[in-house]
């Protein structure tokens, strides 16, 4: 390895196969973070615009150069213009994905959805009946087809607010309405959002803030709460099932095909078709003792929450799996697919198949999926997975797999504390349990892969405070051995008679990027048992290591719902002290939780430490000095 890559991933999969990536002369997103130093100042400080073609500008934080764009638009508008902008593509990414979810369950209503059904009819009238459908005496597909048009009409703006808003307690929604932010519709906030970022339309900085806020909150209770339940309708709720993580998931007798990206439209029906006789005697008539399938990113976390498929990587893992040369096919959909990908594959064996008609990559052979089509394009291209198996050259599994719990919907939670959250909430009571803090979010290769999503998990435990987590973070801890029961020996001495009684890891993987949603309806029922608002409680968020425009809307979302939210790398705002300030105090006032910002996790354990225990003394519960 040379000397640049030394040291960027605490992992053993990663080290050995970026050593094998060098050798291979593979180019990694390692080494294009080095080509591109020093990375923009002006871009970093969010202190540059390009939105118009009067510029591009630049303000200069000196105060020496120009102190305005060509417009007029000074610091505090560009840098809030910049993170707004910002704000919107990452609600906008996680509602189309959304979008996507409920038009397949429209098709399946209508029975154009060919392969596709409702796994969980519980679950689709008790969501149907939060829509005000009225489902009596009506047939299932019925059912399915009223409600896929009602969550269509939350895209819109044809009524006041989105509808699942009312899972939020009493408390925070009268704030919202107080701040003026309760979003109308999911498209429309993204869409206004963006007129007012336009030149010319939004000039103050505090303004465009609340609509960010506003259009991250139509993501979060709006297009990825949508995505979450119907994926539950269309696949099942997860329920805690043991799986496996790392490279070692690949197998070295068997064909290998991964799935990476985030929406399960696709990856569900290439499971069905890997798990076909048909296709599991074609596998052996070429040698192969069978199809495995795996997952990488928020796509493999859907068919790990739902099914235990194992799990190849997070989203540094991505290129560097691929040097295994054991991979012949990887199927991506969208978001977090480094256009890189396609040429990396060129240099073995594997096919590269883009599927989303929204997504296409170089180097990738793209093959469409709708839920018309989908079904059969899955046997299709597993055929051809399977045929691809004899052109394998020489392949380096370098580890061995690791074992993890995963599947903790909020359902199975409650199932597993009894029926009720009341057992979570004495444990919280008593300070057994100090609190719960939700991990999620990316790697960015700007920080050692998994070391602050590993750390800052080892230290909440270690401090009795229960650790939810989604994304590429629940990949980053199951490889750390933190999502088996066993893990409990890393707990502190309260968490780890709760989690030892329960038969639970300390650490609970709740999914993928959308289903942080998931942690929104557990904070609500908590917060509900207590009567006390989501900003009452001894809760926090955390991205460790986000990198993506996605996660900057989670954090958002997670602050404008009043949980308190430290992020790992800095945002693109110092260039504005008073959004910096904003951002990290004023919303105390308006939404009652801020953002911290600490990239060393050791620190950012502290910080949240702090803040839970003064959640607890405004409680009145027993706290202690960190
Ligand atoms: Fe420059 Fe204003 Fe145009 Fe931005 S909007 S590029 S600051 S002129
Ligand atoms: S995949 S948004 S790198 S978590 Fe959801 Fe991972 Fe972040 Fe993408």
């Not at 796509?299 to 691929?322: K, W, Y």
């Not at 295994?324 to 890189?340: K, R």
């Amino acid at each position: 390895m040379s000397q640049i890559h030394e040291g960027v991933t605490i992992t053993e999969d990663g080290r050995l196969l970026l050593k094998k990536a060098e050798q291979d002369q593979i180019e990694t997103v390692w080494d294009r973070l080095e080509t591109q130093q020093p990375q923009c100042g002006y871009c970093d400080m969010g202190l540059s615009c390009r939105i118009c073609i009067m510029g591009p500008c630049r303000v200069d934080p000196f105060g020496e150069g120009p102190q305005r764009g060509v417009c007029g638009a000074d610091a505090d508008i560009i840098v809030a213009r910049n993170l707004c902008r910002m704000i919107a593509s990452g609600a906008a990414s996680h509602s189309d994905h959304g979008r996507d979810l409920v038009e397949v369950l429209a098709g399946v209503a209508d029975g154009s959805a060919i392969g596709y059904s409702i796994r969980d009819e519980e679950k689709l009238k008790r969501v149907a009946v939060e829509y005000d459908i009225d489902i009596e005496g009506k047939e299932t597909l019925a059912i399915a087809g009223e409600l896929a048009q009602a969550m269509m009409e939350d895209y819109g703006m044809r009524q006041k607010q989105i509808r699942l808003l009312k899972r939020a307690p009493k408390k925070r929604r009268e704030c919202w309405e107080k701040a003026g932010i309760v979003p109308r519709g999911i498209d429309r906030e993204t869409s206004e959002m963006l007129h007012r970022t336009h030149m010319g339309v939004d000039n103050n900085w505090q303004t465009l803030l609340l609509q960010a806020l506003r259009n991250a909150l139509s993501d979060g209770w709006g297009g990825s709460m949508i995505a979450t339940e119907v994926s539950d309708i269309l696949f099942g709720i997860p329920s805690p099932r043991p799986t496996t993580v790392n490279v070692g998931v690949l197998k070295k007798d068997q064909v290998n095909i991964l799935v990476h990206g985030h929406n399960p439209v696709v990856s569900e029906m290439i499971l069905e078709a890997c798990l076909s006789d048909q296709m599991i005697s074609l596998a052996r008539e070429k040698g192969a003792e069978g199809i495995n399938l795996a997952g990488l990113c928020c796509t493999g976390n859907e068919l790990l929450m739902r099914h235990g498929i194992s799990m190849a990587g997070n989203h540094l893992m991505t290129e560097l799996v691929l040097s295994t040369g054991a991979v012949e096919m990887m199927l991506v959909d969208y978001q977090c697919i480094m256009p890189s990908l396609g040429e990396i594959a060129s240099n073995y064996h594997t096919k590269m198949i883009s599927t989303s008609d929204k997504a296409q990559f170089p180097e990738m052979v793209h093959r469409e999926f709708h839920p018309e089509n989908a079904q059969k394009l899955a046997y299709t291209l597993v055929r051809e997975a399977i045929e691809n198996y004899p052109r394998r050259g020489e392949v380096y599994i370098p580890v061995k797999p690791v074992n993890a719990v995963g599947g903790f919907s909020v359902e199975a939670i409650v199932s597993a504390l009894g029926g009720t959250p009341a057992p979570l909430i004495d444990a919280i009571k008593a300070g057994k349990i100090r609190g719960a803090v939700g991990i999620v979010g990316c790697n960015n290769p700007k920080i050692k892969h998994d070391y602050a999503n590993t750390t800052l998990t080892r230290r909440l435990i270690e401090n009795d405070i229960l650790v939810v987590d989604t994304g590429c973070v629940s990949v980053s801890t199951a490889k750390a051995g933190l999502k088996v029961a066993e893990a409990i020996k890393y707990a502190g001495p309260g968490l780890k008679e709760v989690c030892g009684a329960l038969g639970i890891p300390p650490v609970l993987h709740m999914g993928s990027c959308v289903d942080n949603v998931r942690i929104l309806v557990l904070a609500s029922a908590l917060a509900d048992a207590l009567g006390v608002d989501i900003s009452d409680l001894p809760l926090a968020g955390a991205a460790p290591e986000w990198y993506s425009e996605k996660a900057a809307t989670i954090g958002s979302y997670f602050v404008a719902s009043g949980v308190y939210t430290v992020l790992g790398p800095m945002p693109p705002i110092t260039g504005s002290i008073n959004v910096v300030k904003l951002l990290t105090e004023g919303l105390e006032d308006v939404v009652g939780a801020t953002f911290g910002v600490e990239p060393d996790p050791e620190k950012a354990a502290v910080m949240i430490r702090k803040h839970i225990e003064s959640k607890r003394k405004k409680l009145g519960l027993p706290s202690i000095d960190v």
